[in-house]
């Protein structure tokens, strides 16, 4: 049983300021993909090498940080390339997708990781079957649904089970294969607006909703229901809520299940609402830093990298400079090029008069001076794990602005583990308050976070979906309206006979 993996796994913002270019890819070669220990592809390795029938081709597999809309080059070079290698490698009994769901292609005027995995299906052909993996803030389509055969998507966020979830994809696929299934499919699209912040699976709704999955799963005659909360704040025909489940034979079985699991979150729509603690922002400062725990996270939830946003502003930094008593806390992962470039020429020890804002994009500029001491900078202490949302190559600063410590960075990046801050030479507990480009923590921060106050701040990634432009997404769309009917049958679609 010959089982080739590839994938494309981006989250795209629509909104972001900076496109993700083919400069921005992270490619993997097979053989970096069998040694890389990577997102997803690590599960679906472990699969494959339980089974002696099974031999593993991974192919290549691309990802990159989360960034605005990836440019068509880039995407024509991943395309391609993959397309090339599955014809190239053929004949396989079955292809694995790692993908994200959340990928926009610029100026692609269908969903991209539709687009993606349907080239893959006319490549390999009609009877091959595919297992794709998604994250599960990714959108669903019908296309999408119809080239894939089955499906896995993650079910904690924080994400904490990529490596189930490929692990997932290729057990199904390997069911598929032995018992030479074609299995049925059923979507139901739900017309709700969810950023991620609002649908985390340690707090209810999320909890219960995705925590009933496996029970589904279990039900004679299913592979796998799976539940999408989409990007909601990409305005796509495409962006919504997904419920969908696949059975090995039973079409009827799959619309069954997917509309009784629609009908539940649709039920609960009104609680996909910020359950974690929250503040704005110079209040969340002020009860962090008084706060009897120690560490507390802050995350700037306006200017989340992790979902798309650059990381630029500097709004929370100069709010705590504004503080009294000049605070112990740290301000980590701001996007400034620029600044990073001159802190670097001044070298260790200089004083440097930094201009805070002036390389905002994606709200207005500000030039406040203030005089900040160089800590550090330029290589990464290299302590070896896997950190995510990274890029190794960009530069970066650390520097001291009276008491708060804050890193620049070259390249926007994602600080979601305690490795990220101590390859700059920060202890991640030691100081009374931390700030970090977030929504949610992930979850190693969350392990050493005493607390986290989410900051309720302005930028990309705010999370008053009514707050952004709609022109293109179906309406009604809760919660930009209000108290309409709907009804899962009229939103079905699949293998409806
Ligand atoms: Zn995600």
Same mark, same amino acid.
């Given at each position: 049983m010959r089982i080739a993996i590839v994938g494309l796994s981006i989250e795209i913002m629509l909104s972001s300021p900076i496109p993700t270019g083919i400069e921005a890819l992270q490619e993997y070669s097979a053989e970096q993909m069998l040694q890389g220990d990577?997102?997803?592809?690590?599960?679906?390795?472990?699969?494959?090498?339980?089974?002696?029938?099974?031999?593993?081709?991974?192919?290549?597999?691309?990802?990159?940080?989360?960034?605005?809309?990836?440019?068509?080059?880039?995407?024509?070079?991943?395309?391609?390339?993959?397309?090339?290698?599955?014809?190239?490698?053929?004949?396989?009994?079955?292809?694995?997708v790692v993908n994200h769901g959340a990928l926009e292609v610029d100026g692609l005027e269908v969903d991209a990781d539709s687009d993606f995995v349907c080239a893959v299906r006319a490549t390999i052909g009609p009877d091959v079957p595919i297992g794709v993996a998604l994250d599960l803030h990714g959108d669903m389509t019908p296309s999408l649904l119809d080239a894939g055969t089955v499906f896995s998507v993650?079910?904690?966020?924080?994400?904490?089970?990529?490596?189930?979830?490929?692990?997932?994809?290729?057990?199904?696929?390997?069911?598929?294969?032995?018992?030479?299934?074609?299995?049925?499919?059923?979507?139901?699209?739900?017309?709700?607006?969810?950023?991620?912040?609002?649908?985390?699976?340690?707090?209810?709704?999320?909890?219960t909703l995705y925590g009933s999955l496996p029970s589904l799963d279990s039900i004679p005659g299913m592979l796998e229901a799976n539940i999408l909360v989409g990007f909601a704040w990409n305005d796509r025909p495409w962006?919504?809520?997904?419920?969908?489940?696949?059975?090995?034979?039973?079409?009827?079985?799959?619309?069954?299940?997917?509309?009784?699991?629609?009908?539940?979150?649709?039920?609960?729509?009104?609680?996909?609402?910020?359950?974690?603690? !929250? $503040?704005?922002? #110079?209040?969340? /400062?002020?009860?962090? @830093?008084? *706060?009897?725990?120690?560490?507390?996270?802050?995350? &700037?939830?306006?200017?989340?990298? !992790? $979902?798309?946003? #650059?990381?630029? /502003?500097?709004?929370? @930094?100069? *709010?705590?400079?504004?503080?009294?008593?000049?605070? &112990?806390?740290?301000?980590?992962?701001?996007?400034?090029?620029?600044?990073?470039a001159r802190l670097l020429a001044a070298g260790i020890g200089a004083e440097v008069t930094v201009e805070l804002g002036v390389e905002h994009l994606s709200r207005p500029r500000t030039d406040r001076k203030v005089q900040a001491v160089v800590l550090g900078g330029g290589e990464w202490l290299e302590l070896g794990g896997f950190q995510p949302y990274r890029s190794k190559e960009a530069a970066w600063a650390k520097v001291r602005i009276g008491n708060a410590i804050v890193t620049f960075h070259s390249q926007p990046i994602g600080i979601t583990t305690p490795q990220h801050f101590r390859a700059m030479d920060i202890d991640p507990a030691a100081h009374k308050a931390y700030v970090v480009k977030l929504g949610y923590l992930h979850p190693q921060l969350e392990d050493i976070a005493a607390r986290h106050?989410?900051?309720?701040?302005?930028?990309?990634?705010?999370?008053?979906?009514?707050?952004?432009?709609?022109?293109?997404?179906?309406?009604?769309?809760?919660?930009?309206?209000n108290d309409f009917e709907w009804s899962p049958n009229a939103s079905l679609y699949g293998d409806l006979s």
């Open positions: 990577l997102w997803m592809v690590r599960g679906v390795l472990e699969r494959l090498a339980e089974d002696e029938v099974c031999e593993a081709v991974p192919l290549y597999w691309a990802t990159a940080l989360p960034g605005g809309p990836m440019t068509r080059e880039a995407y024509d070079h991943v395309k391609s390339k993959t397309l090339e290698l599955l014809a190239a490698e053929s004949p396989f009994d079955g292809v694995v993650l079910r904690t966020a924080p994400h904490r089970d990529d490596h189930q979830t490929g692990y997932r994809a290729a057990d199904q696929l390997i069911t598929v294969i032995r018992d030479g299934l074609k299995p049925k499919k059923a979507a139901v699209k739900i017309p709700i607006l969810v950023p991620g912040e609002t649908a985390v699976t340690t707090q209810e709704p999320g909890r962006t919504s809520v997904t419920a969908f489940a696949v059975a090995e034979r039973d079409a009827a079985l799959a619309r069954e299940q997917a509309i009784a699991l629609a009908e539940r979150i649709w039920a609960e729509h009104k609680n996909f609402v910020l359950s974690m603690e !929250t $503040a704005e922002i #110079s209040e969340g /400062l002020q009860r962090a @830093l008084s *706060a009897p725990e120690q560490p507390v996270y802050l995350s &700037d939830s306006g200017d989340n990298t !992790t $979902a798309g946003a #650059s990381g630029e /502003l500097t709004t929370v @930094l100069q *709010a705590a400079l504004d503080l009294p008593g000049d605070p &112990d806390i740290v301000i980590a992962g701001i996007t400034a090029p620029q600044t990073v106050i989410l900051l309720l701040s302005d930028g990309t990634t705010q999370l008053d979906m009514t707050r952004l432009e709609w022109t293109r997404i179906p309406r009604p769309m809760w919660p930009l309206d």
